[in-house]
């Protein structure tokens, strides 16, 4: 069964730092992109982060550009999130997702349509 399981959420002050991790099962990160998303209450989900099967090229939201970095490790099928410098803005519910990655290109990466399969989610709180 294909599945998705996030883990690393938490309270954190502004200015302190997460490592989120997306295990999956049963998943070929060499034909797999992997997508964060997050979502706050009353908005819409909205795409952070993205890494490409394959080579593992990796794109960024602006929100997130220079303080956010998503990595993954094959031998552990584990894709990473690691949030630097974190603002209360950044609190939401943060879900991995997996999709081809011959629909997932980077005019259609933060289409959360585009992915078939979504963890459960994990909750990111920022606040003194």
């Known amino acids: 069964q294909l599945q998705l399981v996030e883990s690393g959420g938490g309270l954190v002050q502004p200015g302190g730092s997460l490592r989120l991790s997306c295990a999956l099962s049963?998943?070929?990160?060499?034909?797999?992109?992997i997508g964060w998303f997050r979502q706050a209450p009353g908005k819409e989900r909205e795409g952070v982060s993205c890494?490409?099967?394959?080579?593992?090229?990796?794109y960024y939201a602006d929100s997130v550009k220079g303080r956010f970095t998503i990595s993954r490790d094959n031998a552990k099928n584990t894709v990473y999130l690691q949030m630097n410098s974190l603002k209360p803005e950044d609190s939401a519910v943060y879900y991995c997702?997996?999709?081809?990655?011959?629909?997932?290109?980077?005019?259609?990466?933060?289409?959360?349509?585009?992915?078939?399969?979504w963890g459960q989610g994990t909750q990111v709180t920022v606040s003194s």
């Open positions: 997702a997996a999709g081809p990655q011959t629909l997932i290109t980077m005019t259609t990466m933060w289409e959360s349509r585009r992915y078939n399969y």
């Open positions: 890494i490409s099967s394959g080579s593992g090229r990796t």
């Open positions: 049963r998943f070929n990160l060499n034909y797999a992109a």
